[in-house]
């Protein structure tokens, strides 16, 4: 396909998906005329689960039908990392503490799940103590103690065994690196790291040699989770993990379907949290995406597991038919152009600048699809769910509504000693959707006012090698980086600190793209974490925002929104910031 041609079919699609929704009301309504019909089965309206329950329930029975394009990087919870299977995990996993289970913004409150309530901090920052719930058990009817959560995290420090996962807990509890994980452990019950204690089967204290704030939103992450030693499989234990949750496998067989059934010796007493609706959860892999939407609408899956949206055609074609099932889900992914520091002219901070000016982010994000399937036009660095994201809009970007201003671009050229402009290179990525199309459109842009830009596609699934490798950006001669990224937990640490320090540059998977080395940047990071007042922390933040578009080191141009399908028989929908804005899996039921 021509680009071109590609260009046109984005923007008639997108055009088709707006006038569609023109005609919605906030409640939706009336017979979608597609499959299944009747009153049981008509969806809750446009954007009922937005920051809302749609079709709430405490039904219990029936099969929750899932259908993703893409497996679980991994179903052992210390060794997963994608988002979904984070969502996912929430059925056979838990934690110390976790994200409540509400919708919006409301889902970012980390609550007690193993745990009575988040942890009592002491010694500055630096010793959270935990008591655990009464009536905690495993899939086998035995006790869930303390000393399984300190296994359970113990095992990422099984770097040779266990891969994958994050490592912000052993980063944080063990910085130096000196316990060598439970497979190497010399201690007779093999819980040798000192930094956690256990003094009784009901409370477990952590030690941190130096405060962060973001302490709990680790112990959250399902690298936080319990094992049970005795269960551990080491490597193997992604072939079916032993559950503490309402669920536990039946089935996995990876890259083609997984199959949970009710856990029976779970105790709904034990966890407030989880409704544990459904009597069994299905999901089904497949890679074709076209087929995957069109049997989401006939009925045959309830909800799309990788959460990432609808194809073109798909979301085309759903609000159009079948508006009352969609969603327009605003994710806490934010696209951008990292602007190489190392690579000139864009060393010098004018050009950075020119380059601010003479984007069209209203054209960038009609490319992208709009508004509705697009997302909204960026000028803070941080997404809308993180404390430090503000108004603050150095360029004028929302004030002109986007589009560009050629004159203040050309004035920052010459400021920077390139009055005519200059050339560059930038990457992005070919299977990504959208992506390409949207650096041609960048190029064009930039070219209005002198700055000639090379597009260069690679394949993503190289881009650590790649744009992740100082060495071979440089090789390549490029100046500009466009991706996406969307946090690990929702903080200003979650989300920027492997973009913007300069303590996390490094040679392979490197994210900071920009190549910052700023020790300013640097300090408001390390007075961030150190805040334990997520409120004050989100001050330090917003100063960081500030600094980071002040110097122009790094542009973002959309807040991603995704067009979503919800099943007519999903009860309990609603979208989780906590989640990036997927669907919260563990809350959703079914009409049997």
Not at 90 to 111: E, H, I, M, N
Not at 544 to 573: S, V
């Amino acid at each position: 396909m021509s680009t071109v041609t590609s260009k046109r079919r984005l923007t008639a699609g997108a055009a088709l998906v707006v006038a569609a929704l023109m005609t919605t009301t906030a409640c939706g309504g009336g017979d979608d005329g597609g499959s299944g019909s009747d009153s049981k089965a008509k969806g809750a309206g446009f954007n009922a689960a937005f920051n809302k329950v749609a079709n709430a329930s405490t039904k219990t029975g029936g099969t929750l039908k899932m259908v993703g394009k893409q497996d679980l990087d991994s179903a052992d919870p210390q060794r997963a990392y994608y988002g979904m299977a984070w969502d996912f995990m929430r059925f056979y996993t838990r934690q110390l503490v976790t994200y409540d289970t509400k919708p919006g913004a409301a889902s970012t409150k980390l609550v007690g799940d193993l745990a009575t309530g988040p942890g009592e901090i002491t010694d500055g920052g630096k010793t959270y103590t935990y008591k655990l719930r009464s009536g905690l058990t495993w899939e086998d009817g035995s006790k869930l103690t303390s000393k399984d959560v300190k296994y359970g995290i113990e095992r990422i420090w099984a770097t040779d065994t266990i891969t994958g996962g994050p490592q912000y807990l052993m980063q944080t509890l063990d910085p130096k690196h000196e316990y060598k994980g439970p497979y190497k452990d010399t201690s007779a019950d093999k819980l040798g790291l000192k930094a956690i204690e256990t003094p009784d089967d009901n409370t477990i204290v952590f030690k941190l040699p130096k405060p962060n704030g973001d302490f709990e939103q680790f112990l959250a992450m399902p690298s936080g989770s319990p094992v049970k030693a005795s269960e551990d499989t080491k490597a193997k234990y992604t072939q079916r993990p032993f559950s503490a949750g309402p669920y536990k496998f039946e089935t996995y067989k990876p890259g083609k379907s997984i199959v949970l059934v009710r856990n029976d010796k779970w105790e709904k007493s034990s966890d407030p949290l989880r409704p544990a609706l459904p009597d069994k959860i299905t999901v089904t892999i497949s890679a074709n995406l076209e087929e995957n939407d069109k049997k989401l609408m006939e009925g045959d899956y309830d909800v799309d597991l990788n959460g990432t949206g609808m194809t073109q055609s798909g979301r085309v074609t759903a609000v159009q038919d079948h508006k009352d099932s969609v969603d327009n889900m605003q994710t806490s992914f934010v696209r951008y152009v990292a602007l190489v520091h190392t690579a000139k002219p864009l060393d010098d901070v004018h050009c950075r600048k020119a380059v601010f000016y003479a984007t069209d982010f209203a054209a960038l994000q009609q490319t992208r699809g709009g508004d509705i399937a697009g997302g909204a036009i960026a000028n803070s660095t941080l997404p809308a769910s993180i404390k430090g994201h503000s108004d603050y809009d150095p360029y004028g970007v929302l004030a002109r509504k986007g589009k560009p201003d050629a004159a203040k671009a050309k004035e920052e050229l010459k400021a920077c000693g390139k009055p005519t402009g200059f050339t560059t290179k930038l990457s992005a990525r070919n299977n990504n959707p959208g992506e390409v199309d949207t650096a041609e459109a960048l190029q064009e842009q930039l070219g209005k006012v002198g700055i000639k830009i090379e597009v260069d596609p690679i394949d993503g699934a190289e881009a650590s090698s790649i744009t992740g490798s100082p060495s071979v950006v440089k090789k390549r001669g490029y100046g500009m980086t466009m991706s996406g990224w969307g946090p690990d937990f929702p903080s200003g640490q979650g989300f920027g600190q492997p973009l913007w320090d300069s303590r996390f540059l490094s040679e392979t998977g490197n994210y900071n793209e920009s190549q910052l080395k700023d020790p300013q940047i640097d300090k408001l990071f390390d007075d961030a974490i150190a805040e334990t007042d997520p409120v004050k922390a989100g001050e330090i933040y917003q100063s960081l925002d500030k600094r980071i578009l002040d110097q122009a080191d790094w542009m973002p141009f959309i807040y991603e929104k995704n067009i979503t399908w919800r099943g007519k028989r999903l009860t309990n929908a609603y979208m989780s910031d906590a989640y990036n804005g997927r669907y919260d899996y563990v809350s959703l039921g079914v009409v049997k």
